[in-house]
């Protein structure tokens, strides 16, 4: 009993250390593609909103009244929650489509992986809007949501850690030409989204 009960906590040691090894790989470029259409409508009409005087745009300092912050946060709001529900869809479709757990160790460590330096971010970009540190918002989202995803990829895909990359690069460019943050949201959200997704579904369909 004694020598049954050893192979049994020995195989258990292999499948956790073959399950720590492994990578989430349910990620499915269709919600790239999905995230970054909503990105492209939310800039339009954050566009609308802000920018309705073609000459306030590449201006240093935007002027935003309390009226158009708040539509700004619903906007925001908005999108990221749509994203974040085509991600959920379309992963959970993939991963039953290939016989693959949705909620397991790898689904855990991406989520902390991802989500903590999100949420910690988002916490201070939020905290700098009510402040009225409005053109540097649209950086300030780029380069967090950059370093969550360089920070996720350890468990998934190797596109991942490029798109963060990009978005990273975007992100500090947008601080520095602050007047253009809208534009840099919309390539860096809207653009590199949907390019990352096709791509995703072409290698790994």
Known sequence: MNQRKKYIDDLKDIREMMNRSSRFISLSGMSGVCAGIFALVGSYLIYDLLYTDVEQLGTYRLSVTSDQATKLMVIGAVVFFAAIFSAIFFTVRKARKNNQRIWDYQTRRLLENFFIPLTGGGIVCLILLFKGYYDIIAGLTLTVYGLSLINASSVTYK??????????????LAVILTGYGLLFWAIGFGVLHIVYGVLMQIRHK
């Open 159 to 172: 596109e991942v850690k490029s798109l963060g990359i990009a978005e990273l690069i975007l992100g500090i």
